[in-house]
């Protein structure tokens, strides 16, 4: 169905653009938080995640009692889901997916597959509409046929995939992180919540884990806490040693370094439920430490300089001019985030015609400044003005440059005035840039004089 | 007093997306300004030209005639002499594809006039359509009868080197223009200006470079430049013009701006007495090659006539047709006509050498000459004519012929024009696609920054989109908030952009031939389709310049009709063309007196169909007026049910008479005799405002001209209180006043001159003798020409069927890739459908199976090898149930075919290999039911000819009491029934009170009428419906014409799902569902309709 037809159904039809990128975000999201059932977590598109709970379920009661753990989770984060715990995760996906749900006993997949609607081979369109004409309607009407024959007609893919919902073939997940080297964790029955006594419960957990390292006469060099909040959001610290390393009290010093200068510091929220410490890389003890990295000091003074102040002052309050594309001068220079990358200005400057007098000065007023002046009508330039308190006799003009507002950016009622813009003069030499405020006449009866800029 | 002033560099609106006013808008402001005189000039481009030159004629005409309205109040502002006086110079702006500056030309006389254009069409040619791509060496070979105004880009470096080569090039002939547009260093630049003009002698001209009338105008550039770059106002910065000082000044603000070049103002005098040309001079001449050596074109044209005429009345010549042809033949040559005629008569020939069926239009089907030559088919010894509606002496404008051809074999006599002609001598002419509500408001609001969605419901907000005005309580039905200021905003622009055009475009088949060249006439390009070319101005400017143009139109009907005519001959032995059909034959009234129309030209929609059991036509000339009747201007005229209570005679016929003061009491008798005193047609409506309302000759000729231009609706209102007042003051009624004004309003959107009707009704009438003694010609040679007409295939084939036509199915040892007659056993001709009717058949496969079938095919693999298939055709095949003479069926065939391998047409040894593949055991698949080939056929066929979805469905809709079509239209007036099928189409006519559906089961069509308020209720039920199922109350009319009037609506859609678990029938809807098809009377042709959409997925 077109858009088109949706609204011709339901005018008032609300309409929101899909968004994949949001949504696979939020897909990572939901499996970092299903990684506290099992470190083997995939996405399983569309919409999908496939958890890997081999070996886990009985931490959790048993394949029913994880798969009511993990559905409560869910819905605790207001997700309604359809699970389904097979042998094989093309069983599981099809159950969830097209079937009933629920728990198959081990090596039963293909009693509780056979009833799939052919739907669950999620085969292209023509294929599955090959299979209805041919008047094989579930997988068990395929289960019973000859498979040369039908491998013929509907194609190995097709068939492998049968195979694998019916638990005859298995197939492995790829999980989304690599499994660390060492892995230890820490479940509480309440939600953890008092930051101060973080340290009482990462260092026992270090010591556990280090002591597993000590067995294989391993060091880690990258280690990563992670703290599962109860809302489903997951933090994790990462954090890195030059040589490898056992010592508990310099790991819990180096965590404590990171934990300090994070811009957003860790925030237990209604409280942690898991606590993991893990080794990404570990490696024997023994070998030789190599150099630190360093960065080039020839490198990006300018960025660095930005980067300090920002430090120091904080990133909103360091910032530069950047163009923009407008014929409105009061408009013309716009701040930007000096750190932003200066490769998309908002514009460019214009650049002066060779051989020509720059129009603008250097100087601007803002706001410009009100001056008393005598000027020919309807559109001459000033012959004398007065501008705090001193009288300046114009003795060249040019212009006007005449800028009209820029209509389309005006509320309601409040207009602008289109300005004519003269470069003067006086008698000094001194060089002043004005402006009238309104064409006389049409937009106003008395226009208003400004001095907007100085030339240098 | 300042010295006289005329801006030379003006842009129109078709410097497209550039220039914010109209050409007429030009010109008039200038006047108005106080210039005496304006240069048009568009970016390498004329079209905007001929409407500043109608404008201004158009003024000076009314300057000698004052007409009520639109000019009045400028007219007061000017003494007529500044009028005459004020002259028009009209040129091109040269852009060049290289770093050469923008030149502005302007052709010095008749022969500059050719250079030019012919120099924009080398232009046009090298580039794709829409693009021009010059260089200054084109201009060099060109240069002479040609002024040239220089304008200089920002940077200076390059132009006196420039202005000497094209010195060099014209001496005398070429100027610099200066323009002080306030960009604060306008005095320095003028003088370095001054300085180059000095050095280079080169008179400096002061100009404006406007690219509106006034001031106000800036914003409407803005939004366009944003348009045209495709960036919203925000982003647009730089690319906007700074101030709004490009318009149209007075002489004493130029003078003002120019002191210190007053001589550069003075120059404008000089360029504008150096220009000798005036669009008056294009004079045009028709091509004489059908003129046989050493004849005079009239003497050709005469004996041509007189020979035909002998042919056409093998009898004898009525004296009454003897007479009209004298009187024909000597205003032709009064106003020298004859080449023209001939030229028609030349094309028509072609056609008939060709084989291709062709016949006049339009108003020429008032003419016994066109008669007697073939292009037109109303039989003047049977018909009154009205020559003078096709050429007068009075109104001079060139005649208008328009032939219909074969829609599928039109662009063979296209391209035989352009080869006979040559490109440069023959060209299509231009539409102007202009802006409207849809269009405007999409790119407006992106300007705006406004979300697609936003602007898809303000473009949505109108049934058919077809208005020339946004009404705000339309916004407000879209959910939308009109208040919003963005929204105001855009649609505030929205409408002022209404009418600005947005590019050229071809018309459907005009065509421009010259003697000379024509590309000396206007510039030529090429359309958007391969092989064609067009000129750049369209009708309303050829019009205006006099030069005659040619209409070949493409009509479906005469397509299918030239196949029943093959058919004819091949089946049943007889000869037959448009001209040897039996008139007056009886079954064929009787047969459309019941209704009975589906298929025919034109009487085939839903509101034709109810009108023929009450107009119950029993003579070519019923035909004629009901095919006008079911229109936009008698139907909004009120004149419809008048017309038929007066010929059921249960109303007298009288005729609205003056004040006896007045004139005679029977004036409009002679007037609207022949409708029974109701005006029906286009020319009883004018001849009634001169009649009745005394509008003189140039008034009526106005009126007439308000009337056939949509784009004149503005105007026709002038005309109301005029003819209103007029005939009320000569003692009419008021209110048949009012009533006769409005039925003139109809026509202005869309109304039928009689001329024009009797040419549809002929055909109206050859189809339906068709379809009444040969209906399976009939329905193949339909189902051979689609897609056209209102109906799906389904929906012909069942019709067909219900005429005890024997429709067999598409089999791959019987049918053809077209669909073909069969001589049954009884000796009837069947009808057996052909690949084209299956999804996913191609055309040369089809053909293949057909050439390689020298014996029939025995099994899948024999036909794969034999017409070398490839998997995918054989499945498609297969899945059209097409292999029943191999005792396979669908399930069987498919399970056989998908064995194949699914590559290229087999290999010689890999099909012999196919059929040796092992024996396979019986994979015992269950047998397929009704309902689910019922379902497939509609998936792959889009029709079945094994039962209707609905009697697969009965046995249910039975259970719930639901009774069938037929039973719904048995029951008496105001019975409530509840009736259920699928939707064939919906509509909503005119005003859009009501919703039309008609509904078709297994025993019928059911109509059903929604009205607008329950519409709104049942909106979900009645856009997503494929099968309805309404409760409502029987309507029926003396006639027998049954509706149900719908009081709820439920959407039984699922049921279809019925048929089979697992396939559902695709409903195809009629092509003639607005819904899903709007069709805008003007915008599209029903023939460009686009194709159904092939398949949706339910899922």
Same mark, same amino acid.
Request: hydrophobic share 40%; proline share 6%; charged share 25%.
């Given at each position: ?16 653009q ?29 919409c ?12 959790f ?19 309604t889901?359809r ?41 292209p ?19 019973d ?45 309440e ?28 060091g880690?060099?990258a ?39 994070l ?49 120091r ?23 930007v ?38 000027a020919?009508?309807p ?53 002043f ?24 | ?18 220039g ?10 200038a ?32 300057l ?46 008749r022969d ?48 006196p ?22 960009r604060?260093?306008d ?31 800036r ?39 120019f ?69 024909e ?50 039989d ?25 051809f ?6 063979e ?98 065509f ?40 070949v ?26 001209a ?27 509101a ?5 059991p ?71 409506a004018?001849?009634l ?19 056939a ?132 058949? +191609? ?100 029709l ?14 039975t ?104 396939h ?20 599209? +042709?029903?023939?460009?309709v ?10």
């Open positions: 169905m077109t858009l088109a037809d949706a609204k011709a159904r339901a005018p008032h039809l609300a309409v929101a899909a968004d994949a990128e949001a949504d696979e975000r939020l897909m990572l999201r939901l499996a970092a938080f299903c990684e506290q059932f099992t470190p083997l977590v995939a996405l399983d598109p569309p999908g995640l496939m958890l890997d709970a081999t070996g886990c379920a009985h931490l009661g048993g394949d029913a009692a994880l798969r009511t753990s993990v559905l409560q989770a869910m819905a605790r984060l207001s997700f889901g699970a389904a715990v097979a042998g094989t995760p093309d069983a599981a996906r099809a159950l969830a997916r097209f079937g009933a749900e629920g728990v198959t006993p081990p090596g039963e997949d293909e009693i509780f597959a056979r009833p799939l609607s052919i739907a669950a081979l999620e085969a369109r023509e294929t599955s509409v090959a299979l209805t004409r041919a008047g094989l309607a579930t997988l068990g009407d395929l289960a046929r000859s498979s040369a024959a039908l491998t013929a007609r509907f194609g190995d893919e097709t068939m492998r995939r049968l195979t694998r919902i019916l638990g005859r073939e298995d197939a492995r997940i790829t999980p989304l992180r690599v499994l660390p080297d060492c892995m230890v964790e820490r479940r509480f029955a939600p953890f919540l008092d930051l101060s006594a973080i340290e009482h419960v990462l260092r026992p957990l270090i010591a556990e884990a280090m002591g597993l390292l000590e067995k294989r006469g391993q880690g060099r280690f990563e806490a992670r703290f599962f909040r109860t809302d489903g959001a997951v933090r994790a610290l990462c954090f890195e040693t030059g040589a490898p390393s056992r010592n508990v009290e310099a790991l819990l010093r180096l965590f404590r370094l990171k934990a300090d200068s811009a957003d510091p860790l925030d237990p929220g209604y409280g942690f439920d898991v606590i993991r410490f893990g080794v990404l890389n570990a490696e024997t003890l023994a070998q030789s430490q190599i150099g630190f990295e360093r960065r080039d000091a020839q490198d990006g003074d300018f960025a660095d300089l930005v980067d300090r102040l920002a430090a002052f904080g990133r909103e309050r360091v910032l530069r001019f950047a163009a923009r594309d407008t014929h409105d001068p009061l408009r013309a220079a716009a701040y985030d000096a750190a932003a990358s200066p490769s998309s200005p908002p514009g460019a400057w214009p650049k002066p015609e060779p051989g020509e007098p720059p129009l603008r000065p250097l100087f601007l007023f803002d706001p410009p400044q009100p001056i008393e002046t005598m020919e009508t559109d001459g330039p000033p012959m004398h003005f007065k501008w705090r308190r001193v009288r300046h006799l114009i003795a060249r003009a040019e212009g006007p440059e005449r800028i009209a507002p820029e209509w389309w950016r005006n509320a309601a009622g409040a207009r602008r005035r289109t300005r004519d813009y003269y470069r003067l003069e006086d008698r000094d030499g001194r060089r840039w004005v402006f009238r405020e309104g064409l006389y006449e049409s937009e106003t009866a008395a226009p208003r004089w400004f001095l907007h800029g100085l030339f240098a | 007093m300042s010295p006289p002033f005329a801006e030379l560099v003006a842009a129109t609106n078709f410097s497209f997306l550039r914010a006013s109209h050409p007429s808008d030009m010109a008039l402001t006047l108005l300004r106080g210039q005496n005189g304006i240069g048009i000039a568009d970016r390498n481009s004329v079209a905007g030209v001929v409407r500043a030159y109608a404008a201004l004629k158009d003024l000076r005409e009314n000698r005639d004052p007409p009520a309205g639109d000019h009045a109040a400028l007219l007061a502002q000017l003494d007529a002499g500044r009028i005459e006086s004020f002259k028009l110079i009209v040129g091109a702006r040269l852009v060049f594809a290289d770093e050469t500056p923008d030149i502005v030309v302007y052709p010095q006389n500059g006039w050719g250079r030019l254009t012919r120099l924009l069409t080398t232009g046009n040619l090298r580039a794709r359509k829409g693009e021009c791509h010059l260089y200054v060496d084109d201009l060099a070979q060109a240069a002479r009868d040609l002024l040239l105004i220089v304008m200089p880009s920002r940077h200076l470096a390059r132009l080197s420039t202005l000497a080569r094209l010195n060099d090039l014209a001496q005398g002939d070429v100027w610099l223009g200066a323009t002080m547009p306030r604060g260093d005095r320095r630049r003028l003088a370095r200006l001054k300085d180059i003009a000095a050095r280079t002698q080169t008179p400096l001209l002061a100009t404006n470079d406007a690219l509106y009338a006034d001031s106000g105008q914003d409407l550039q803005d939004v366009m430049t944003c348009i045209r770059e495709g960036v919203t106002l925000a982003q647009a910065g730089r690319r906007l013009e700074v101030n709004a000082e490009r318009h149209l000044k007075t002489p004493d603000e130029m003078a003002r701006l002191t210190e070049a007053p001589e550069a103002i003075e120059e404008t005098q000089c360029f504008l007495a150096r220009v000798d040309f005036s669009l008056d001079q294009l004079k045009y001449e028709y091509p004489d090659e059908p003129v046989p050596p050493g004849r005079n074109p009239q003497e050709w044209l005469e004996e041509l006539t007189w020979r035909h005429a002998a042919m056409r009345y093998p009898d004898g010549v009525p004296e009454k047709v003897e007479k009209l042809l004298r009187e033949l000597a205003l032709i040559e009064t106003l020298d006509y004859a080449r023209y005629f001939l030229t028609i008569h030349d094309i028509v020939r072609i056609a008939e050498d060709k084989g291709i069926l062709c016949q006049g239009r339009g108003s020429a089907a008032n003419s016994a000459v066109c008669y007697v030559l073939g292009v037109t088919c109303v003047p010894a049977e018909n009154d004519l009205l020559f003078a509606r096709f050429i007068s002496q009075e109104r001079k404008e060139p005649p208008d012929i328009d032939v219909d074969e829609h599928e074999r039109r662009e006599i296209i391209q035989h024009i352009y080869g006979k002609y040559g490109r440069e001598r023959a060209g299509l002419v231009a539409t102007v696609i202009s802006y409207r509500p849809r269009s405007a408001i999409r790119e407006v609001g992106k300007v705006f920054g406004l979300t697609e969605d936003v602007t898809a419901a303000l473009a949505g907000m109108q049934w058919g989109s077809w208005g020339s005005d946004i009404p705000l309580a339309y916004v407000r039905q879209t959910g939308l908030d009109p208040e919003n200021p963005v929204i105001r905003r855009a649609i505030h622009f929205a409408k002022r952009l209404l009418g600005f055009p947005r590019h050229l475009s071809q018309h459907v088949g005009g421009v031939l010259a003697r000379g060249r024509l590309d000396e006439l206007t510039p030529i390009a090429n359309a958007a389709m391969p092989e064609r070319t067009f000129i750049e101005w369209d009708k309303d400017d050829i019009d205006a310049l006099g030069l005659m143009k040619v209409d139109l493409a009509l479906g009907m005469l397509t299918c009709i030239r196949k029943c005519f093959d058919y004819l001959r091949a089946h049943e032995g007889k000869d037959m063309g448009l040897d059909v039996p008139a007056d034959d009886r079954a064929t009234y009787d047969m459309l007196c019941r209704g009975d129309s589906i298929g025919v030209f034109q009487v085939e929609s839903r034709q169909m109810n009108m023929l009450r107009l119950k036509p029993r003579e070519f000339y019923d035909l004629v007026i009901q095919v006008a009747i079911v229109r936009p201007g008698p139907i909004q005229g009120n004149m419809v049910h008048p017309y038929l209570r007066r010929r059921s005679g249960s109303e007298p016929v009288i005729y609205p008479s003056p004040a006896p003061e007045h004139g005679p009491a029977d004036e409009l008798r002679k007037v609207l005799e022949k409708t029974k005193g109701v005006p029906l047609f286009q020319e009883q004018m001849k405002a001169m009649v009745a309302a005394k509008f003189s000759d140039v008034e009526a000729n106005r009126l007439r001209r308000a009337m231009t949509f784009r004149n609706v503005g105007t026709i209102h002038q005309f109301e209180s005029m003819m209103v007042e007029r005939m009320a003051a000569r003692g009419y009624d008021r209110a048949f006043a009012q009533s006769c004004f409005e039925q003139i309003k109809g026509f202005g959107s869309y109304g039928f001159p009689e001329s024009h009707a009797a040419s549809f009704a002929k055909l109206v009438y050859v189809s339906s003798w068709i379809k009444c003694h040969h209906p399976a010609i009939f329905a193949c040679a339909l189902l051979n020409s689609q897609p056209m007409g209102f109906y799906a295939p389904a929906q012909i084939v069942r019709d067909a069927r219900e005429h005890g036509v024997d429709v067999r199915a598409v089999d791959v040892n019987f049918s053809e890739w077209d669909n073909r007659l069969e001589r049954a056993d009884n000796g009837d001709l069947a009808l057996r459908l052909g690949f084209r009717q299956a999804d996913g058949v +191609h055309e040369n496969e089809g053909y293949r199976i057909v050439d390689a079938r020298t014996k029939p095919y025995d099994s899948v693999e024999d036909l794969a090898r034999r017409a070398a298939l490839n998997g995918a055709t054989m499945r498609a095949l297969a899945d059209a149930d097409a292999f029943r003479s191999l005792q396979s069926d669908r399930r069987d065939a498919l399970w056989a075919v998908r064995r194949l391998p699914d590559a290229k047409p087999l290999p010689l040894f890999a099909a012999a290999d196919a059929r040796e593949l092992a024996r396979e055991e019986d994979p015992l698949l269950p047998k397929m039911s009704l309902g689910e080939h019922v379902a497939a056929d509609y998936q792959t066929l889009r079945s000819l094994k039962a209707h979805p609905m009697a697969v469905l009965r046995p249910i809709f259970r719930e009491r639901i009774i069938t079509c037929a039973e719904v239209s048995a029951l008496t007036d105001g019975a409530f029934a509840r009736g259920a099928g699928v939707v064939l189409v919906r509509q909503r006519p005119g005003q859009g009170n009501a919703i039309f559906v008609t509904l078709e089961d297994e025993t019928g069509i059911l109509n059903i009428v929604i009205w607008a308020r329950l519409f709104e209720r049942y909106r979900r039920e009645t856009m997503a419906s494929r099968l309805m199922l309404v409760e409502g109350r029987v309507q029926k009319s003396p006639e027998n014409v049954v509706h149900l009037m719908a009081q709820r609506i439920i959407d039984r859609s699922g049921d279809l799902n019925r048929l089979s678990e697992a559902r029938p695709e409903i195809v809807l009629s092509r003639a569902d607005e819904l899903i098809h709007p069709q805008h009377p003007r915008s599209r +042709h029903p023939r460009d686009r194709i159904l959409p092939k398949s949706r997925d339910f899922h």
